[in-house]
Each structure stands twice: as structure tokens, then as C-alpha cells.
């Protein structure tokens, strides 16, 4: 299993990305598009959500950039842990640079089943 954010993780994602198709998404999300800069043992990596689906580096249609380090990235994004979102806004954990309304369409938003079983496969296949 490749290590998170680790190149292999990455091909990882895309490869189990491809391999769901669709993710029945609501409107909300279909055209949601957030950059994330997540930080990691002192470097960067950059990576986007776009279409309900996460891959590597930025998009330029993101009117948003979450800035985060990896723990926080793992339990709101892969294991969808609400409570852990809220906290870690709160304690200053994600910072919010852009767009402000792209963070209540993921709030209120649901994820599809098909969206939570992609990200289950990809968190199983992730050290």
C-alpha cells in the first residue's frame, strides 16, 4: 500500500478514480472545484477536488484553496469525520483562502454512496 500523498498513493487515486465512473454526485458537488495545499513532514503537496473526485496538483477553475496538513486532509476528506472538520476550522487547522461559499456546498452537500465507496477503497489502499 503506497504511503498517503506519496506519488504511488496519487496513481493509486486515479486509478481507483477511473475505475468508479460515475459518483451520482448532487449538482452541488458535480461542479464543485477546491485546491488543497496540504502540508506534510515540511513540504507541500498540492492537489484538487474536482467532481467529486481528488487528484494531484491545482485546478484553475477553483475559486477556493483549503490549506491544511495531512492528518486534518485524511479524516474530513477520506473518512468524512464532520466533527473532525469543524474542529479543525475552528482551531485554525484548514485555513480558507477565495471563496468562502465553496466550503457550505461541501458542508451541506451529501456525498453519494458511490462517492463513499471510492473513497473507502482509497483510504483501505492507503499507509
Do not use: H
Amino acid at each position: 500500500m503506497p504511503a498517503f500523498l506519496s506519488e504511488d498513493w496519487f496513481s493509486t487515486v486515479e486509478q481507483l478514480s477511473a475505475q468508479a465512473g460515475d459518483l451520482n454526485l448532487s449538482p452541488a458537488l458535480q461542479n464543485l472545484a477546491v485546491n488543497f495545499v496540504v502540508s506534510d513532514a515540511g513540504k507541500n503537496t498540492e492537489m484538487s477536488l474536482i467532481g467529486g473526485k481528488l487528484q494531484k496538483g491545482l485546478v484553475e477553475n477553483a475559486k477556493t484553496t483549503l490549506n491544511m496538513d495531512a492528518e486534518t486532509l485524511r479524516k474530513v476528506f477520506l473518512e468524512f469525520d464532520l466533527t473532525a472538520a469543524m474542529q479543525a476550522f475552528m482551531t485554525g487547522k484548514i485555513k480558507v483562502q477565495g471563496d468562502m461559499s465553496q466550503l457550505m456546498a461541501l458542508q451541506t452537500a451529501k456525498p453519494s454512496t458511490e462517492q463513499k465507496s471510492l473513497y473507502k477503497q482509497i483510504l483501505q489502499e492507503t499507509v
